[in-house]
Antibody
Framework: EVQLVESGGGLVQPGRSLRLSCAAS????????MHWVRQAPGKGLEWVSG????????DYADSVKGRFTISRDNAKNSLYLQMNSLRAEDTALYYC?????????????WGQGTMVTVSS | EMVMTQSPATLSVSPGERATLSCRAS??????LAWYQQKPGQAPRLLIY???TRATGIPARFSGSGSGTEFTLTISSLQSEDFAVYYC?????????FGQGTKVEIK
C-alpha cells in the first residue's frame, strides 16, 4: 500500500525549533518530488516547500523562506522539514504529499498530517 | 508568485443539482491545474489533474475544464458525500500555490 506517515509535531514555544519527518512506503521514493503543505486551523491549504527527487531543486513559500529547510534521505525513504524560529502563525497541520508522476505534477498521495502548535 | 483565486467562497446547492466552481490564475498555468476535495478531519483527495483528467477512482460526475488562466470544476449531480471544500492548485511553476477554497454546502 502506498503510504505517507508524518511525525514530529507538537507544542513548541515561539522562537524554538522542530523537525518533522515523513516516512514513505509502497512506492519507489527516489522517483518522486515531495512536498510539505500546511493547513492552519479552520483555514485553507498552503504549500510550504518542495524538493525534487535528487534534492537538486528546492523551493519554499515566502512565509517560511530562511526559517524552514526541507531535505530527504532516499536511502531511508524519508522526507524532513526543519523548522526554526517558529512563530504563532506557523501553527498548522503539516501534510507531506507526493507528486503524481516523477515530473512536476498534482499531489496524489497525502499523509494524515502532524500538528504543530506554536505557543508560549 | 502565482495567485489562484477561487469563486465563490461558498456555494449552496441542493442534492441532485449541478455545482460549478471557478478558479482563476494570475498568469497562465497551461493545463497544469488540479482540483482536490477535502472533508472535515481528512487529508485532501485528488479529483482532477491536467485540468480535465479524473484521478483514479473519481466518479464521472466530476469534470474539469479550462486552460491558461480560467478553470472550472463541475459536479453534475451532487451527492451527499460531495459536500466538502474544494481547492484548485497550480503546478506549472514553483512555488506551487493553492486557491483559497470553495465550500460546497447543502442548500
Amino acid at each position: 500500500e502506498v503510504q505517507l506517515v508524518e511525525s514530529g509535531g507538537g507544542l513548541v514555544q515561539p522562537g524554538r525549533s522542530l523537525r518533522l519527518s515523513c516516512a514513505a512506503s509502497g512506492f519507489t521514493f527516489d522517483d518522486y518530488a515531495m512536498h510539505w503543505v500546511r493547513q492552519a486551523p479552520g483555514k485553507g491549504l498552503e504549500w510550504v516547500s518542495g524538493i525534487s527527487w535528487n534534492s537538486g531543486s528546492i523551493d519554499y513559500a515566502d512565509s517560511v523562506k530562511g526559517r524552514f529547510t526541507i531535505s530527504r534521505d532516499n536511502a531511508k525513504n524519508s522526507l524532513y522539514l526543519q523548522m526554526n524560529s517558529l512563530r504563532a502563525e506557523d501553527t498548522a497541520l503539516y501534510y507531506c504529499a507526493r507528486d503524481l508522476t516523477p515530473g512536476d505534477d498534482a499531489f496524489d498521495i497525502w499523509g494524515q498530517g502532524t500538528m504543530v502548535t506554536v505557543s508560549s | 508568485e502565482m495567485v489562484m483565486t477561487q469563486s465563490p467562497a461558498t456555494l449552496s446547492v441542493s442534492p441532485g443539482e449541478r455545482a460549478t466552481l471557478s478558479c482563476r490564475a494570475s498568469q497562465s498555468v497551461n493545463s497544469n491545474l488540479a482540483w482536490y476535495q477535502q472533508k472535515p478531519g481528512q487529508a485532501p483527495r485528488l479529483l482532477i489533474y491536467g485540468a480535465s483528467t479524473r484521478a483514479t477512482g473519481i466518479p464521472a460526475r466530476f469534470s474539469g475544464s479550462g486552460s491558461g488562466t480560467e478553470f472550472t470544476l463541475t459536479i453534475s449531480s451532487l451527492q451527499s458525500e460531495d459536500f466538502a471544500v474544494y481547492y484548485c492548485h497550480q503546478y506549472n511553476k514553483w512555488p506551487r500555490t493553492f486557491g483559497q477554497g470553495t465550500k460546497v454546502e447543502i442548500k
